[in-house]
C-alpha cells in the first residue's frame, strides 16, 4: 500500500515568533524550525499502517523554501521511504488554496490509496489543506482522526474521529484522505541509524511547471499581522489576608464581573 | 577552518536534547538519591542507537562519527551524568577496541549485542594499587591449554554490575612488565567471576561501580583481545578515545548547570532587581560562558581528529584537563549563582556539583593528563 504524508515545516513551538519588518509575515532570524506536531502524528500513523502490513511504502511531500528540505529529512529519518519537496519560486505567496492546489496534483501523480495530514500546521492555524486536497481529488475525507485501522483487503479504512463528548466511527473506501489528531499515537523519534540512512534515501525536487501548474497568484492576501496589545500589569493586593480576600471577592465582582 | 556541523550532526544532537530532557530529565534527580541503575532509559538509549553511535552498522551500530558522539553526550550529560558515564564507557571503553582489536568472531559475540544495546559493557583495567599507576598490574592469566586462568581483583569498574560482558587487564608475562600484559574479554558468569561489592558514591550514583574478584576464572583463548602482550596499549588506547568521552560529559556536565543558572539570574530578584542585573552576577556568568566554549571547541577538536583518522592523544588529553577543571569551577559557581538554594537538592545544582568531581580523577587524573601533555611536549617518556 503507498502512503502519500504531507507535512509542514514551522517554528519551533518554544519560539519567540516577532512579526517581520514588513508587517505582513514573521522574522523569520533565530527561529528554530520542526516538523509540525500533527503531521509528526500523520507520518507515525503512516509508518505504522506499512509496518502492520508488512509492506508498502511511505511518501512524504512538503511545499515549503529550501529549508524544509531539513523537515523532510527528519520524516526519512524516522523512517518514510522517500519525499518529495514542492519547490519553486513560483509558491513563494502561495495561500492555502494554492498549496491544496499543488499537493493534489502530485498526490494525483503519485496516486497512493491512503493520504495523512496532520489536522493542522501549528504557525497559522488555517487547518484548511487536507479537507481542499480532498475537495480537489474528489476523494472522502476525515478530519481529526484518533483511531484507524485498514481492512486486510486495503479497499477501506474504518477511523474514529474526535466529536464532543466521543468518538465517531466511520468505514471510508480507498482512497481517502485522513488528518491526525493529538492522542493518534506517540510519534517515535528517529533513530541514530535513521539518521545517517535519510541522506541515502530520495529526496525529489518537483517544479510547479513539472505539475502543469502555472504561476497561482493566491486568492487570499494577509493585509497585516499584528501583535496582541499587551497585558495590563496584575494587581498585588497588600494588608492583612482578611482584609485582602474580601478586597479580592469586591474587585472580582465589581470591577472585573467575573462572580 | 571551518566550524559547522553537519546536517547529520545537527539532528542526533537534537535527538540527544530532546531524549535527555523528555525522558532522563523527569527521573535524574531521583535515580541519583536512591543510587539507581536507570535500566528503563538506558535500555531506551540502546534502542536508538547512543550505545555504539560510531560502531559500523554491520555490527549493530549507528555508523556515526566521533564528532556525533560528543554532540550526543553533552547533551545527555547537560541532564544526568550518570546516563553519560554508562554511554561513554560503552562506546569508548568496550566497543571502540573490541571494533578496533577484535577478530571477525569476536565482533559478532561481543560487539554486535553490544553496539546495538541489548547488552552493556565495562573495561576493567584499574586494581586496588593501580590506578594512575595502571601498568602495576597483580591480575594474572595464566595459559592452561586452550584455556587462560585468571586471578586477581579488579577495582572500580563502571557498568561492572550491569555489564554482559567485561574486557578485562590481566598480566600473562609479569617478567616483561608492561609487555606482558594481555586483554581478555570475559562474560559474566563464567564461573570464578565474581562481583562482590558496588561502591557507594558522591556522584554520578546512579551508574554502578564495581569490584571484580577472579578466582581460578577460567576464559578462553580465543577470548583474548588482540595478541599477547598487546594488552596494555589496547587499554591505553581506549583511554585515548575515552578521555574525548569524559571531556564531553564534563562539558556537559558544566553547561547544564550554567543553563539553570542563567535561568536563575533572570528570576531571582534581590535588591529590588533581578540578581542577572548586579555585576558580580554577571561576571560569573560571563566566566562561565567563556570557559564552557573554550571546552567545547577542545573536546570537537580532538573529536574531529579521530574521525579523521589523525593522533588526537594529547589533544584529548588537554579537552579532559581543561573540561574537567572548568566544569568543576562551573559547578561551584553555578551554585554560587542559586544562592543558599543551589545547596538544596530540589534546585538540582548540587547535583550537577558533585558529578562534576569524577571527572578530574576517572580514565586519568587532572594530573596524568599533565603528565601525558608535558611528555609529549618534552618528547620524553
Ligand atoms: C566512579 C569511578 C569510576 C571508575 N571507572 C573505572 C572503570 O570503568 N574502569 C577502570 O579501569 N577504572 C575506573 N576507575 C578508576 C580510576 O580511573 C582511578 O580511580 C584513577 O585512575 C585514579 O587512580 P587511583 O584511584 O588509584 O588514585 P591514585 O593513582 O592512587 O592517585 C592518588 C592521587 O595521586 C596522584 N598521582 C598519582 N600518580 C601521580 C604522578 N605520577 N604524578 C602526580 N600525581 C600523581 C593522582 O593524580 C591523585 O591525585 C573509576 C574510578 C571511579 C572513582
Ligand atoms: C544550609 C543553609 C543554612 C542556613 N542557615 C540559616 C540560618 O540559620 N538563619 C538564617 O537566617 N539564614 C540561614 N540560611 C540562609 C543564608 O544565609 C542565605 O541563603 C544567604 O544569605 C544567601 O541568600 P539567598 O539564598 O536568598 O541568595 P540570594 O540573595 O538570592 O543570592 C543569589 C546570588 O546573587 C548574589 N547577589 C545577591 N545580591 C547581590 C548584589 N547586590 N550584588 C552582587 N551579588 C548579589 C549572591 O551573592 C548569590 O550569588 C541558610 C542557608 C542554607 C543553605
Redesign the pocket.
Known amino acids: 500500500m503507498k502512503i502519500v504524508v504531507a507535512v509542514k515545516q514551522v517554528p519551533d513551538t518554544a519560539t519567540q515568533v516577532k512579526i517581520g519588518a514588513d508587517s505582513k509575515g514573521i522574522d523569520p532570524a533565530g527561529i528554530t524550525w520542526i516538523v509540525s506536531p500533527y503531521d509528526e502524528f500523520a507520518v507515525e500513523e503512516a509508518l505504522r499502517v506499512k509496518e502492520k502490513r508488512g509492506d508498502g511504502e511511505v511518501v512524504v511531500v512538503t511545499l515549503g523554501p529550501e529549508r524544509a528540505k531539513e523537515a523532510l529529512r527528519t520524516c526519512l529519518a524516522m523512517g518514510a521511504d522517500r519525499a518529495i519537496h514542492l519547490n519553486d519560486p513560483a509558491w513563494e505567496a502561495a495561500d492555502s488554496l494554492a498549496v491544496s492546489r499543488a499537493l493534489a496534483a502530485v498526490i494525483r501523480q503519485e496516486g497512493p490509496q491512503l493520504v495523512f495530514f496532520g489536522r493542522q500546521a501549528i504557525d497559522d492555524d488555517m487547518g484548511a489543506v487536507s479537507t481542499q486536497v480532498a475537495e480537489f481529488l474528489g476523494w472522502p475525507c476525515a478530519s481529526w482522526i484518533m483511531e484507524e485501522t485498514v481492512a486486510a483487503d486495503a479497499s477501506s479504512v474504518r477511523v474514529a474521529r474526535q466529536v464532543e463528548g466521543g468518538l465517531e466511527i466511520f468505514d471510508i473506501p480507498l482512497p481517502c484522505v485522513l488528518s491526525a489528531q493529538k492522542g493518534l499515537n506517540e510519534p517515535r523519534y528517529p533513530t541514530l541509524k535513521g539518521i545517517m540512512g535519510a541522506k541515502k534515501k530520495e529526496i525529489r525536487d518537483v517544479k510547479a511547471a513539472d505539475l502543469g501548474l502555472g504561476a497561482d497568484g493566491p486568492r487570499l492576501s494577509v493585509v497585516a499581522l499584528e501583535g496582541l496589545p499587551p497585558r495590563p500589569p496584575g494587581r498585588i493586593l497588600s494588608g492583612e489576608p482578611a482584609a485582602a480576600a474580601k478586597e479580592l471577592v469586591r474587585s472580582l465582582r465589581e470591577d472585573a464581573k467575573a462572580i | 577552518m571551518k566550524l559547522e556541523l553537519t546536517e547529520e550532526q545537527q539532528m542526533i544532537q537534537a535527538l540527544a536534547r530532546e531524549f535527555a530532557e523528555k525522558e532522563v530529565q523527569p527521573v535524574a534527580g531521583r535515580l541519583d538519591q536512591e543510587a539507581r541503575f536507570p535500566h528503563e532509559t538506558v535500555k531506551r538509549m540502546g534502542e536508538l542507537g547512543f550505545l555504539g553511535i560510531a560502531v559500523p552498522e554491520a555490527y549493530g551500530g549507528a555508523g556515526a562519527d566521533p564528532v556525533a558522539y560528543v554532540l550526543a553526550l553533552e547533551e545527555i550529560a547537560k541532564v544526568c551524568a550518570s546516563h553519560a558515564v554508562i554511554m561513554s564507557v560503552n562506546n569508548s571503553l568496550y566497543c571502540d577496541p573490541v571494533l578496533k582489536y577484535g577478530t571477525e568472531d569476536q565482533r559478532r559475540k561481543f560487539l554486535t549485542p553490544f553496539a546495538s544495546g541489548q547488552k552493556i559493557g565495562c573495561f576493567a583495567l584499574t586494581e586496588p594499587q593501580a590506578g594512575s599507576d595502571a601498568s602495576n598490574q597483580h591480575t594474572l592469566a595464566v595459559p592452561d591449554g586452550s584455556r587462560y586462568v585468571l586471578n586477581g581483583r579488579k577495582a572500580f569498574v563502571t557498568n561492572g554490575r550491569e555489564a554482559a560482558a567485561a574486557l578485562v587487564v590481566a598480566q600473562t608475562d609479569a617478567a616483561k612488565g608492561r609487555h606482558g600484559i594481555s586483554a581478555f574479554l570475559v562474560e559474566k558468569g563464567t564461573p570464578g567471576f565474581l562481583v562482590p561489592k558496588v561502591e557507594d558514591k558522591l556522584g554520578i550514583r546512579a551508574s554502578d561501580t564495581a569490584e571484580f574478584v577472579f578466582e581460578d576464572c577460567r576464559v578462553p583463548a580465543e577470548n583474548r583481545l588482540g595478541s599477547e602482550g598487546m594488552g596494555f596499549k589496547i587499554a591505553m588506547s581506549s583511554l585515548d578515545g575515552g578521555r574525548i568521552g569524559i571531556a564531553a560529559q564534563a562539558l556537559g556536565i558544566a553547561a547544564g548547570a550554567f543553563e539553570r543558572s542563567v535561568a536563575y539570574a533572570k528570576e531571582?530578584k534581590?535588591?529590588g532587581v533581578p540578581?542577572g542585573q548586579?555585576?558580580?552576577?554577571q561576571w560569573?556568568l560571563a566566566d562561565m560562558a567563556t570557559a564552557i566554549d573554550a571546552a567545547r571547541l577542545l573536546v570537537w577538536r580532538a573529536a574531529t581528529l579521530k574521525g579523521a583518522g589523525q593522533p588526537f592523544g594529547v589533544e584529548a588529553s588537554m579537552a579532559k584537563l581543561f573540561a574537567s577543571e572548568m566544569a568543576m569551577k562551573v559547578t561551584t559557581d553555578a551554585i554560587?549563582?542559586?544562592?543558599?538554594?543551589g545547596?538544596?537538592k530540589e534546585f538540582q545544582v548540587e547535583r550537577y556539583f558533585r558529578d562534576a568531581k569524577i571527572t578530574q580523577i576517572y580514565e586519568g587524573t587532572s594530573q596524568i593528563q599533565k603528565l601525558v601533555i608535558a611528555r609529549h611536549l618534552l618528547g620524553t617518556q
Open positions: 531571582r534581590a535588591f540578581i548586579h555585576q558580580m552576577v560569573m554560587q549563582v542559586h544562592g543558599g538554594y545547596y538544596i
